[in-house]
Nanobody, 124 residues
Framework: VQLQAFGGGLVQAGGSLRLSCVASGRSFGGYTVSWFRQAPGKEREFVAG????????YYGDSVKGRFTISRDNAKNTLFLQINSLKPDDTAIYYC??????????????????WGQGTEVTVSS
């Protein structure tokens, strides 16, 4: 399985981006698919996740109300719409997938497939 994340870039504070994650080699069906981010010098942080089959969504506290996770079943693609960007959102954003259950969806150690990351830089 290969995950490819793209859509990052340099934006001004208050701007928006939409990140995409595409899987090759396996459908997202039956998996939990999530976005994490890692800023320089910081630990990897859970951003948002979705249990693909039921569509249940989960969000990190720091992004609730600004980030929206969604999917395109036909294209086997996961999205992350990021609005009202802040300089603190600057990080490399990774998509990941696993068989995680709801209680562990925020734990990066349960994910075994990871994309290469896409960089988001927010200028003030």
């Amino acid at each position: 399985v290969q995950l490819q994340a793209f859509g990052g870039g340099l934006v001004q504070a208050g701007g928006s981006l939409r990140l995409s994650c595409v899987a090759s080699g396996r459908s997202f069906g039956g998996y939990t698919v999530s976005w994490f981010r890692q800023a320089p010098g910081k630990e990897r942080e859970f951003v948002a996740g979705m249990r693909w089959s039921g569509g249940n969504t989960y969000y990190g506290d720091s992004v609730k109300g600004r980030f929206t996770i969604s999917r395109d079943n036909a294209k086997n693609t996961l999205f992350l719409q990021i609005n009202s960007l802040k300089p603190d959102d600057t990080a490399i954003y990774y998509c990941a997938m696993s068989r995680a259950i709801a209680s562990s969806v925020r734990d990066p150690t349960v994910y075994y497939y990871w994309g290469q990351g896409t960089e988001v830089t927010v200028s003030s």
